[in-house]
């Protein structure tokens, strides 16, 4: 079975510029969640998505925004790019089957930087 | 305040020696899921073990084990005989709740270095 595949790898954008990162989760999994990791603010949870609607959402700015597709892909944007938003983005998907015990597996994540 | 803390930013052991990875957490919700993930150089994290706040034994995956105190709040992971390819950045994260809500909250990491 596939992993969780995140496209691309690397992005190097100027401030101002907006992104998109796309993440394909595991076959038969139907939530997706985004988190951002810095050096200086660690991992932090941007938001999930299950069955097309975002159910959870971290504190982060309106330039943040994502969407899931009906096959459980996942899109997420960045708009307005500010040197802060450098860092490494993961997604990870689940199949919410085990209730509590509900694995998150990540993907390689995508590399993004600012200039 | 601080819901995962882990203590320490870093260490180094020698090569087939067990090594003990410190968790303490902070929840008010009776139902909660505690998770360790490593995640090398390549950025990619992966999941080692989870356990459950109801859970009444230690969780193990072959040579990894939690070492979960609910009364003092902590789940520290237990790597046995270490590797080489241990050497990674270690995670702990825990999810509140059941249903509903996927959210990890992450502690700031443990750098993990394997000597030969």
């Known amino acids: 079975k596939a992993g969780v595949t995140q496209t691309p790898r690397y992005l190097i954008k100027t401030r101002g510029q907006q992104v998109t990162l796309s993440c394909s989760p595991i076959?038969?999994?139907?939530?997706v969640s985004w988190y951002q990791q810095t050096p200086g603010q660690g991992l932090q949870f941007l938001f999930e998505y299950f069955s097309e609607t975002q159910r959870n959402k971290g504190n982060f700015p309106g330039r943040f925004s994502g969407r899931q597709f009906s096959n459980s892909r996942s899109e997420m944007n960045v708009s307005t790019l500010e040197l802060g938003d450098s860092a490494l983005y993961l997604c990870?998907?689940?199949?919410?089957?085990?209730?509590?015990?509900?694995?998150?597996?990540f993907g390689a994540g995508t590399r993004l930087s600012v200039l | 305040a601080q819901k995962i803390t882990q203590t320490q930013p870093g260490m180094f052991v020698q090569e087939k020696e067990a090594v003990t990875l410190d968790c303490t957490y902070d929840t008010s919700d009776p139902s909660y899921g505690l998770f360790w993930y490593k995640q090398p150089s390549s950025g990619e994290m992966i999941f080692l073990i989870y356990?459950?706040?109801?859970?009444?034994q230690n969780a193990t995956e072959g040579r990894y084990s939690l070492n979960f105190q609910k009364a003092r709040k902590s789940a520290n992971l237990v790597i046995s005989a270490s590797q080489l390819g241990d050497s990674a950045m270690y995670f702990c994260?825990?999810?509140?709740?059941?249903?509903?809500?996927?959210?990890?909250?992450f502690g700031t990491g443990t750098r993990l270095t394997i000597i030969p």
């Open positions: 994260a825990m999810r509140e709740g059941n249903f509903g809500n996927e959210k990890l909250t």
């Open positions: 990870a998907s689940s199949n919410l089957a085990g209730g509590a015990k509900n694995i998150q597996y």
């Open positions: 076959s038969g999994h139907r939530s």
């Open positions: 356990q459950g706040s109801y859970d009444q």
